[in-house]
């Protein structure tokens, strides 16, 4: 039981300084597939100099998510899900939404519906599954737009 209240504690604090750059710096090394140096991290999120992306490296080894090899590049020890991350899904090197799946599954499902049984429609199967598409498509942009990258 008290590793369980002490987990949430630490959930918690990486919730609280998982935000602005240094979530940025977090969501480049998921989407990374190697280690990455500290340069790498400054050119592709754009930064002012190598300096402030290690600070941001910094704090994320002080939360024990990200780790140094001996070569001084980074990576990720642990996938946490805490504020909008817990909306997305690693697919390799990519980053979705959950409900892009969902949003995927009732597509596919329209159009083998339409491919079926396009001489005999039913309006409410027809409705039920257009309501599906629109609304997890829908969740799936809201979803997208909210990313920090």
Request: a positive charge; proline letters at 3%; hydrophobic letters at 45%.
């Amino acid at each position: 039981m008290a590793d369980a209240g002490s987990d949430k504690d630490r959930l918690r604090e990486i919730e609280a300084k998982l935000k602005g750059k240094t979530l940025h710096v977090y969501w480049y090394l998921l989407k990374a597939n190697n280690p990455v140096g500290v340069r790498e991290i400054q050119r592709g999120l754009n930064m002012s100099s190598p300096s402030v992306a290690s600070h941001h490296l910094e704090k994320l080894m002080d939360l024990k998510v990200v780790d140094k090899d001996a070569y001084g590049r980074y990576y990720l020890t642990e996938m946490v899900e805490v504020g909008v991350l817990q909306v997305f899904t690693k697919v390799g090197r990519f980053m979705l939404p959950r409900y892009s799946f969902y949003a995927t599954f009732f597509t596919t499902l329209l159009i083998l519906y339409l491919a079926v049984s396009y001489s005999s429609l039913n309006i409410f199967a027809l409705g039920f599954v257009l309501a599906g598409c629109v609304i997890f498509w829908y969740e799936t942009w809201r979803i997208w737009k909210r990313r920090p990258i």
